[in-house]
């Protein structure tokens, strides 16, 4: 980032933020009550930590959405990033729980056409919200806009490895894919979740380049906790 926002140009990315986050919300709040409900019906475990994965990612972009209302969306970096990495580790415990259970009571699911049907389109929506919002977010320098689309990333690989284990089932009768499915997905909740939760460091730096503006040439010191 070598050349300098403009107070215009800064604007424009944190409005193009808000709109890609208001899409996600609107997109995440149907696949959650969707996958929610077809998983139940279908007692999927990871159809329904699909949907409770989508409600996370409600939570994490709502809290970037309101971090961009703010008059300095830079100050409040740490603790959005804070609530971000939470929401994963309780993603993570909530999703390694079922598929274990799913594993040893050896629950097979059942066929889900709508679970097949959403995964897949989730497969094809996702990343391109996630590559808009992560492009905005790294010329911005915002830390949590970065986070909130590697969430949204996350939620494809989701989308994929559900479908997988939906399809597996349905075509071969392997039920335990379906759990297999929801463990990938733990690890990578928690991998993000660290992520997240660490970002801190780097974040501050950034807010330091927004204070000053004509000299970020100098190497920030990412140490300070």
């Known amino acids: 980032m070598s050349t300098t926002l403009t107070a215009d140009r800064r604007e424009t990315l944190h409005r193009r933020i808000r709109i890609i986050v208001a899409i996600t919300i609107a997109y995440n709040l149907i696949e959650a009550v ?21 409600t996370i990612e409600v939570l ?11 008059r300095d969306p830079e100050r409040w970096e740490k603790p959005t990033l804070r609530a971000i990495a939470v929401a994963f580790f309780a993603l993570a415990v909530y999703v390694t ?28 929506v996702m990343p391109f919200l996630s590559f808009a919002e992560r492009r905005a977010g790294r010329e911005a320098g915002s830390a949590t806009a970065v986070a909130d689309s590697k969430q949204t990333l996350i939620c494809t690989y989701l989308s994929a490895a559900v479908l997988v284990g939906l399809v597996a089932n349905s075509l071969f009768g392997w039920w335990w894919a379906d759990a297999v499915a929801g463990l990938v997905i733990a690890a990578f909740a928690v991998r993000e979740g660290i992520e997240a939760w660490k970002g801190d460091a780097c974040a501050t730096s950034v807010g330091m380049i927004f204070e000053d503006d004509d000299h970020d ?9």
Do not use: K, N
């Open 34 to 54: 969707v996958a929610i409900a077809a998983g139940s019906i279908a007692s999927s475990a990871a159809l329904v930590g699909f949907g409770l994965d989508s």
């Open 217 to 225: 040439h100098h190497d920030h010191d990412d140490h300070h906790h």
């Open 60 to 70: 994490s972009a709502a809290a970037v959405a309101w971090q961009f209302t703010r």
């Open 97 to 124: 729980a079922t598929s274990v259970l799913a594993l040893v009571t050896a629950e097979r699911p059942e066929h889900s056409t709508i679970g097949i049907i959403l995964t897949a389109i989730s497969v094809v």
